[in-house]
């Protein structure tokens, strides 16, 4: 609440754990219910942290963030859990949470001469475990560095993501072989 002097609350990280969070946060997107907050780090990890929705405005501490499992607690017993599900060897350029669908993401990635610059998942919200959660989505999609993503509110087949090069877009980002096309007419 910015109308008043807002009361800032700790979630996760700590100085003293760095390598508990895998660097710092250089991304970071909410889901649509506001529950997860979706954070990428330096070191290419891809984090949720959950339980965002139950913290209210009459939180008046920093939540303890030296727990054990990952489980972030405060006075008040409220749990804000934080799970590391996603680990790249490039640089986690935007996170593109469906404004629809809890559960769907869609990550973009930078760096030169990779193969995969695009992935997506259908388990954002509900996996436990690090591993098996992100498909590469880049199908025709030149291989260069990926800026940013979105998922279309009216479809979530569509996103349309910024590029090296330009824009692109795909009407299926859920087929096997997923078909993107340069949108760079009048730019």
Same mark, same amino acid.
């Given at each position: 609440?910015?109308?008043?002097?807002?009361?800032?609350?700790?979630?996760?990280?700590?100085?003293?754990?760095?390598?508990?969070?895998?660097?710092?946060? /250089?991304?970071?997107?909410?889901?649509?219910?506001?529950?997860?907050?979706?954070?990428?780090?330096?070191?290419?990890?891809?984090?949720?942290?959950?339980?965002?929705?139950?913290?209210?405005? @009459?939180? $008046?501490?920093?939540?303890?963030?030296?727990?054990? *499992?990952?489980?972030? *607690?405060?006075?008040? /017993?409220?749990? #804000?859990?934080?799970?590391?599900?996603?680990?790249?060897?490039? @640089?986690?350029?935007?996170?593109?949470?469906?404004?629809? $669908?809890?559960?769907?993401?869609?990550?973009?990635?930078?760096? =030169?001469?990779?193969?995969?610059? #695009?992935?997506?998942? @259908?388990?954002?919200?509900?996996?436990?475990?690090?591993?098996?959660?992100?498909?590469?989505?880049?199908? $025709?999609?030149?291989?260069?560095?990926? =800026?940013?993503?979105?998922?279309?509110?009216?479809?979530?087949?569509?996103? #349309? #993501?910024?590029?090296?090069?330009?824009?692109?877009?795909?009407?299926?980002? @859920?087929? *096997?072989?997923?078909?993107?096309?340069?949108?760079?007419?009048?730019?």
């Amino acid at each position: 609440d910015f109308t008043a002097k807002p009361d800032w609350i700790k979630v996760a990280g700590d100085k003293s754990t760095p390598d508990k969070y895998a660097g710092m946060a /250089n991304f970071m997107a909410f889901s649509a219910d506001g529950n997860n907050l979706f954070v990428a780090t330096s070191a290419g990890a891809l984090y949720r942290i959950s339980g965002l929705s139950r913290l209210t405005d @009459t939180i $008046n501490s920093d939540i303890e963030v030296n727990s054990p *499992a990952g489980i972030i *607690a405060n006075p008040k /017993n409220l749990y #804000v859990r934080c799970t590391q599900i996603g680990s790249f060897s490039q @640089t986690i350029t935007s996170i593109a949470p469906d404004p629809n $669908n809890i559960n769907h993401l869609v990550i973009t990635l930078g760096n =030169y001469g990779m193969s995969n610059y #695009v992935y997506r998942t @259908t388990k954002a919200d509900s996996t436990k475990s690090l591993t098996g959660n992100f498909t590469a989505v880049q199908g $025709n999609l030149p291989a260069m560095p990926v =800026y940013s993503a979105v998922i279309d509110k009216s479809n979530p087949k569509t996103v #349309v #993501v910024g590029t090296e090069y330009g824009i692109y877009a795909t009407d299926d980002i @859920t087929k *096997a072989s997923v078909q993107w096309t340069e949108q760079n007419n009048g730019m």
